[in-house]
């Protein structure tokens, strides 16, 4: 975060100050935002950066204890700089949150330098290898050009200059929330990659006397675990995929001053972070489950992919608050359509056919009807709209009724959450049927591969529909024949994945380093991997345990009774 | 799990042998059943127990690499007697699965007996103060008083005799499992608690300009998050003492030889301990995540309920096997029901009102109307019964055109556990309800408790029609109108119980010494009592953190070009 922050906004001068040093990682800098009091309400943050004219030096400073900064990156042992945001003060006026190059560390000692406190936050669920850290500054001095200036300005005689556009900074926001949605594929890959392999391995029960035990794999439960979610996982491929391009294109963009993208790709990014860690962390978890006892081994593989994503959902943007942000852009966006203006990008369903979507029905006569992408596109899109719309018009009744916006908003909030999270899985599942439908069929080989992936494209989208079937009865958009359909299909699928299981994920193409699995190698020799590691596990370097001689052995020799004397 | 086992399936002259030994601690036991290759299936395990009537002994052996046992609780260190699960064999005759006392270590030593390997598994998720080992025998001999006799019998003169009732050795696992459903309130109380008091002193975003900022609690998508799960933890605990009074009733008919409560409530047992893990489990992660960046520390106090409990989904009978079981019992009942045979118990609602309660509807007019208990008890009961007899149907169907019974009935699998989800959760939630209606008036105060306990059962039930309303919608018990009067009622709830939160929390009567977390303490100090903990953190006793002078002072000092010379 560091340096995407000095790229995005940092002015030139900066950049050629800093970036060189940062690139030989001469300066190794954490990206100081949150602090023990405020994290997701970063205008509430309370550390200040005042500005002394006399001395042309800001002074950062933690004014009480919840001013203390936390969580930063590499803070506590690694990085010898910071960029603090803090109030911007000058003359006794605050001007916002704003960033604050701060040198923590000696360069050439890498002792922490006077005024300030750095220490450790302590142990983890996970990524206990990162250092996050806390800062105390004590009047820590840093000289003016040490204020990131690219947007907003103070020159030396203490006058305060506005950026632009308000949302300019927002650049470094959508970086960092995009390459975490194209990160998702890759943790929910491994999971499923390790519990397929290991569930075409791992047999239990005989379907009758005297024959084989049956792999776990062909139990319809166990594929209903894995199949939908390494359906998922190829659709986070292609979304992370997606995603970066609307990046790209947006940067360029912005290096034009162009701003017409931003609010559009700040809300898509917003809900699809918040779905696809979502969908990952969750299906990390159905997947180290499916594996059965072995799946609490940390040999496994399964534990660390969630320990360490599971935070994904809150970093970055807390999940609940970035739906609640798309669902804002998105009752904006239909209030726009309903007086028949014209809406684009991503919110441009809610407008079209002159909103008669609302009044639409599900098409579907049988089954195989849901096996047009068209059909499951077309329910999801209808789930949003309709979600949107019924929060739109009972708002609209409460504050005719005298109520306040923002409380009768509140009172909606749980409603909001759910139609931003329908929003975002309409546009996922669209993004992922077009990446599908747009690949080629020069050859056979490509023919088949692209039928297998409008599979999972349709399985993903039955599974969601079957198991959140409220939302596409409630207004009668389906009735439950229709659910029974989609079910049935979902089932069939099933058996239609089931041969192509291992090819999908070996297509991942993990390699046994990268897995660190004792139950998904490729080779699928699980169980002599299990004592192998175990055997070198340090537990089992001594026969003897830690502490049996001082106090199990008494116990087992005198009898409960036993007095242990404390050596402390 | 070893003294429940000897306690159960031990003759008295067994009992009066072991039992005080393992009271003074001189035997300390563990349950070897597990092997790497076998969990679920039992009647798989391959560990041999065979008969030498020459020397009156048994040699248990490991024939092969799945037969390894892995997992049994303290058995790599700790026990040093094992209660080994396997293969009796007589004269090459196979006689199926029963236990076998086997010393592991010697009393005076504590070192590993001849031909015995033992050793720890490696690392797990949570748990990892207990040493659950692997173990690998090599012809070990043991006597043959050594097995388990109270229910089969091996003579000296080798002559198997088999118990009275095959579903006899059923005991101990219906206690292990009444255990865990009475434990898991413990479990989601404690995430609870954390959650609540912590949402009660963190303050994020102001409501209006120079306003304080809004406690978490007050927002209604915190309190939908958090309020179903307290109303669970409530409903756990009344749940968990119904479950222990009718082990205890079950336990007195079988000192009678009475074996009738048993199927009943071997599918009782097994359908709470699915759901009541999986809600405690699921809910603890959601009460993490409610906690925001700080939920991520190990201080939070709830990282380790997670890790811990988790694996309760899995151990004493996976959960998808667990629901497939209680299915099972379902669709024998419902033909029963169908043939107008009486059915009781915990399934006798198939049978009630001659099987009317298929065409019935719900009847509630208003939102108020669900707050009557019966309204939501009547939905509960319609769903789960409608399910049932869906699949019942379907079965019913596919066999008439000829398919298989097994592979039909595989094919529902899904299908069935949702319905025998659907079971355990009306069940749970009737014996909730029940619970509370019997709870005396004779204060006022009294009656102001069990108003507040109704209300948290009518949150509960309104939460997962709610979230669940698909099942309700399905076949028209419910339409879209009745899913909105539920959705209303639960937010309103929500509101309710919000200025009794704290009170309800700290009912649970948890201390900070049991909690261990610096967010859910008592008197709120939550910002001051992580820095005090972090600060105490071993990394923070000296300033420069490991490897920074070998490592990281190089790199900053020459550049990122820098050889590190290997040490190894
Ligand atoms: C692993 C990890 C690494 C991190 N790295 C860094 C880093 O390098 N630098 C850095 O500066 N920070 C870092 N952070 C901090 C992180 O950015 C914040 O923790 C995150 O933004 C969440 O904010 P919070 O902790 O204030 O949550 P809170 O906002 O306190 O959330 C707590 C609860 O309140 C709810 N809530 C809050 N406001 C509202 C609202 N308006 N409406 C409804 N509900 C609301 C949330 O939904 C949540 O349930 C890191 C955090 C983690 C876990
Ligand atoms: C923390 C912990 C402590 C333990 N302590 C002990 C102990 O003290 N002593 C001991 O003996 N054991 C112990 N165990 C082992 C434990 O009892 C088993 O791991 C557990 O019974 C699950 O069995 P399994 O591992 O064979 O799972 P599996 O049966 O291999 O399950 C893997 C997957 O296959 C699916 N599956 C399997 N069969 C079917 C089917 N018929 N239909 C549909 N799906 C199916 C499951 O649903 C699951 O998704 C412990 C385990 C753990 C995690
Ligand atoms: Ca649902």
Redesign the pocket.
């Known amino acids: 975060?560091f340096i995407p922050a000095l790229e995005g906004q940092a002015d030139d001068k900066q950049k050629d100050k800093w970036l060189p040093m940062c690139r030989s990682y001469k300066v190794i800098g954490?990206?100081?935002?949150?602090e023990l009091g405020?994290?997701?309400n970063v205008r509430g943050l309370e550390t200040t950066a005042t500005f002394d004219k006399s001395k042309d030096e800001f002074i950062v400073h933690t004014p009480c204890l919840t001013a203390i900064k936390w969580?930063?990156?590499n803070m506590a042992k690694t990085a010898n700089h910071a960029l603090v945001m803090a109030q911007l003060i000058i003359d006794g006026k605050k001007y916002g949150v704003h960033g604050f190059i701060v040198q923590l560390r000696d360069f050439e000692t890498h002792k922490v330098r006077a005024g300030i406190e750095v220490g450790d936050i302590g142990p983890?669920f996970g990524?206990n290898m990162v250092d996050?850290g806390f800062l105390k500054l004590n009047h820590v001095r840093i000289p003016r050009e040490n204020m990131l200036m690219r947007f907003a300005k103070v020159d030396a005689d203490g006058t305060f200059s506005k950026p632009n556009h308000s949302k300019l900074s927002y650049g470094t926001m959508v970086f960092v929330r995009a390459t975490i949605v194209d990160t998702c594929y890759k943790y929910i890959a491994r999971a499923v990659t390790i519990a397929v392999r290991y569930s075409i391995v791992r047999r239990q029960f005989e379907p009758a006397k005297n024959q084989p035990e049956t792999q776990i794999i062909d139990y319809q439960t166990q594929q209903f675990k894995l199949f939908p979610l390494l359906a998922a996982a190829y659709g986070m491929f292609f979304v992370g995929k997606e995603m970066m391009r609307l990046y790209q294109l947006n940067n360029e963009k912005l290096q034009k001053d162009d701003v017409s993208l931003l609010p559009e790709l700040h809300a898509l990014t917003s809900g699809w972070k918040a779905l696809t860690t979502e969908i990952a962390c969750a299906g990390i978890e159905v997947a180290r489950r499916s594996l059965g006892g072995h799946g609490y081994m940390v040999f496994s593989g399964v534990i660390n992919l969630f320990q360490d994503w599971v935070?994904s959902q809150?970093?970055?943007?807390?999940n609940?608050?970035l739906y609640?942000q798309t669902a804002r852009y998105l009752l904006k966006s239909l209030q726009r359509a309903v007086v028949g203006k014209k809406i684009t990008g991503s919110v441009s369903y809610l407008g079209e056919r002159g909103m008669a979507w609302v009044e639409e029905k599900c098409a579907a006569k049988s089954p195989a009807d849901f096996s047009n992408p068209s059909v499951i596109l077309h329910a999801f899109q209808h789930r949003a709209g309709r979600m949107i719309l019924t929060i739109a018009q009972a708002l609209q009744q409460k504050i005719s009724e005298g109520a306040d916006l923002q409380a009768a908003t509140g009172s909606f909030?749980v409603d909001l959450v759910s139609a931003a999270r329908a929003h975002s899985m309409y546009t996922l599942l669209k993004t992922y049927s077009d990446s599908v439908e747009k690949l080629p069929e020069t050859t056979s080989d490509l023919v088949a591969v692209k039928q297998i992936l409008r599979k999972l494209f349709i399985l993903m989208g039955s599974y969601y529909i079957e198991t959140e079937s409220g939302d596409f009865l409630y207004d009668g958009y389906m009735n439950g024949k229709h659910v029974q359909m989609v079910t049935d299909l979902g089932r069939d699928l099933l058996s239609q994945i089931r041969p192509e299981a291992v090819a999908l994920v070996d297509g991942f193409d993990f390699h046994d380093h990268f897995l660190n699995s004792a139950l998904g190698r490729y080779d699928g020799k699980v169980y002599s991997a299990l004592l192998e590691w175990a055997r070198e596990s340090p537990l089992n370097n001594s026969d003897i345990g830690p502490g049996v001689k001082e106090f199990l052995l008494p116990t087992i020799t005198h009898g409960g009774e036993v007095r242990i004397v404390s050596r402390m």
């Open positions: 975060m954490t990206y100081a935002q949150t405020h994290g997701s969580w930063p990156g983890k990524i996050n935070s809150t970093y970055e943007g807390e609940t608050i609640l909030s």
